[in-house]
């Protein structure tokens, strides 16, 4: 999977009071992701994208389109993702 690719995926971050909590507390971020992406795509674009490696992803679809739930090894690397994404 190239850059160009993994940004089709990818979409944007999912920003609320309950996602900026999950980073704190179980050290996840949410991403809205395109409506046909898989687990294991969805892994990899976050790879590529964030030169961090996800532990497990979680999905569900909402009215906002389909989110992504990535957890990451360490609440640290939660928080410096998501200050490098601008959620913080």
């Known amino acids: ?19 900026f909590a999950l980073v704190e507390k179980e050290s996840r971020i949410c991403f809205i992701v395109k409506e046909t992406a898989t687990k294991p ?17 979680n999905t569900c679809r909402s009215v906002y389109g389909k989110k992504a739930f990535v957890k990451f090894q360490s609440i640290d690397k939660a928080r410096d993702l998501a200050t490098k994404i601008g959620m913080l």
Do not use: G, H, S
């Open 1 to 19: 999977m190239n850059p160009e690719e993994a940004i089709q995926i990818v979409l944007k971050p999912y920003i609320t009071e309950k996602t």
């Open 41 to 57: 795509k969805i892994m990899e674009a976050v790879k590529i994208l964030y030169n961090e490696d996800p532990i497990t992803v």
